[in-house]
């Protein structure tokens, strides 16, 4: 599976942007799939996750209430709307996805098998 972020840029605090991650080259519609950031000098975190189907999210508390994923198969493309961006949301963020018929829920980025390159996420205060 080869991933593609896209959408990151820079945006005012307490502004929005949507993220998306164009996949290819695999069975992506049965692929648990998730969004994590890395800010400069910092450890890559986790944001949000999403089950293959899309029933099932999970969210970073950081997040929670700001960020929505979501997902179209149809489209091979898994999206992060970011809303009420704060400066300490600045980060590059990556998409990432597990083997097909992985378990969803992981918020360790060891479980996952196929990384997009990033896009940049810049809040200005």
């Known amino acids: 599976v080869q991933l593609q972020a896209s959408g990151g840029g820079l945006v005012q605090a307490g502004g929005s942007l949507r993220l998306s991650c164009a996949a290819s080259?695999?069975?992506?519609?049965?692929?648990?799939m998730a969004w994590f950031r890395q800010a400069p000098g910092k450890e890559r975190e986790f944001v949000a996750a999403?089950?293959?189907?899309?029933?099932?999210?999970y969210y970073a508390d950081s997040v929670k209430g700001r960020f929505t994923i979501s997902r179209d198969n149809a489209k091979n493309t898994v999206y992060l709307q970011m809303n009420s961006l704060k400066p300490e949301d600045t980060a590059v963020y990556y998409c990432?996805?597990?083997?097909?018929?992985?378990?969803?829920?992981?918020?360790?980025?060891?479980?996952?098998?196929?990384w997009g390159r990033g896009t940049l996420v810049t809040v200005s205060s």
């Open positions: 999403i089950s293959w189907s899309g029933g099932n999210t």
């Open positions: 990432a996805a597990r083997a097909p018929y992985s378990p969803f829920g992981s918020n360790s980025p060891k479980d996952y098998d196929y």
């Open positions: 080259g695999g069975t992506f519609s049965r692929c648990p």
